[in-house]
């Protein structure tokens, strides 16, 4: 890889926590369903339901809080009080509301790689959601494009890649999803350094053969990214 | 106004039905609650809670569910039956579902305008459910760029015209709504053409004097732009 024109950063759970708020908000709904059926059956059919839904409604907030008002009413056969409902909407609205904290080490890293490269955003979800959160994050700053998509495939990069007439090989994208934020580029000749989270939801993981030898990059945290560039000819 | 670059066009309720959608199941919505409030009460009731969580929900058909869910739960004071949430959840996805049919002459006007201009959708919305209307009307390929923007201001299109290298002078922007896709591009030097829906939603409304002249064009239906196209001066 010769030196980088642009980075690319994923936003939820790369940038800020995302999917503990998810885990937190599928907790209280675990509960308040617990008088119908047992955790792990309230669990599966929930993820059944946003599978299901997931065409329909694709990734965000307000599509899983649909999905989860469908799934209390199957597991309660309609039974389901209003004040549980009701319950439901205000997990939504808290979730909306939550504060976008960035994660340790996001501003350093971000601050090292501002001047030295052009940066941006690529995150799938919620066009309204998302704006809202890189708003409320306070990092809107660093980054010269932003660009919220609606799934993240080989396909929906290479169209991003053509729009700003950016060489893959000069590309750089940095996340915590392999299916989403890693192997899709390297398909294209990308560049890609994963970040894990400390948890991934279901539907975003892939298994990898942990004896090969990879063609990308992991760390530990965020924070490694400056030394990782110093180290790579990224910069030449 | 000289030579026009680029005709960018609204897409709901410009290029295809969108807010019948809306006025059909709010029918629906208003029946299931009748025998808890008069009909005129249920509607007040349902706008302001949309108005009330635009902020955190955005425009769309998710929010608009969530927005029915949370009314039927207040008029009812949580009394509402299962079989009515369901109710407003499988009308929500009849909704997603629909068939994207294009108004009329809108191929013909679309067809007329290829190949003379660039062309572009500057559409507002939920993204997910934007990029499958697009789709599914089976336009998508009259168009150079495709925006989905979460709102429609002066400065959102100020950001798309840097974004594309567009002067407003040589852009025209075509659409139902005065709010949202006329009086913004005035205000940029910008060209619009009005074409009246024939209902439009409470919120986007705006009073405009009538007996002033006015400096934008209003057209009873898109079939009549190649007329107005030759007629002006867009194409010397």
Redesign the interface.
Known sequence: MKRLNMIAFDADDTLWHNETLFRVTQDKFRDLLLPYHDAEWIDKKLYETEMRNLA?????I??F??SM??TA?EL????????V??SL?DA??EM??APVEPLPHVKDALDYCRGRFDLMIITKG????Q?SKIARSGLDEYFKHIE???EKNAGVYRDLLDKYELDPKHFLMIGNSLKSDVLPLLELGAGAVHIPYHTTWQHEHVEVDESESKPYHTLEHIGLLPALIEESAWME
Do not use: M, P
Not at 56 to 60: A, P, S, T
Not at 126 to 129: A, E, I, S
């Open positions: 329909l409604f694709g990734y965000g307000k599509g809080t649909l008002i469908e009413l309660s056969e309609n039974r389901i009080g209003g004040d409902i009701q909407l939504a609205k909306l509301r919620d066009l309204f959601d704006e919220i998509v609606s």
